[in-house]
């Protein structure tokens, strides 16, 4: 079974820097885009980047320039580093991605657990 773990949240004063990681690991065929999510409460989720399986990268405005996303393949990871934060950052970070098990399965949706990340100001 495939588990996406996250890690590296924390607490940060404004203008800090946090880097959130994401280990896959399970039965993975092949991993394809992959993304970082974001709830605040009382808030919908919102996506703040996102990478495919080739490496393209896209923000939202109110993330770009100040995070970067990148995976390493050979490792089943992806990772969010996160600098000049601001208070309006904080959230719980969600790690997705598309995955597929088996070469004869389709690719499936997958999420991490969270890590909460809080930026004091």
């Known amino acids: 079974q495939v588990q996406l773990v996250e890690s590296g949240g924390g607490l940060v004063q404004a203008g800090g820097s946090l880097r959130l990681s994401c280990a896959a690991s399970?039965?993975?065929?092949?991993?394809?885009?992959m993304d970082w999510y974001r709830q605040a409460p009382g808030k919908q989720r919102e996506r703040v980047a996102t990478i495919t399986g080739g490496g393209r990268t896209n923000y939202p405005d109110s993330v770009k320039g100040r995070f970067t996303i990148s995976r390493d393949n050979a490792k089943n990871a992806m990772y969010l580093q996160m600098n000049s934060l601001k208070p309006e950052d904080t959230a719980v970070y969600y790690c997705?991605?598309?995955?597929?098990?088996?070469?004869?399965?389709?690719?499936?949706?997958?999420w991490g657990q969270g890590t909460q990340v809080t930026v004091s100001s």
């Open positions: 399970g039965s993975i065929y092949s991993l394809n885009d």
């Open positions: 997705h991605a598309l995955i597929r098990e088996t070469a004869r399965t389709r690719q499936d949706d997958y």
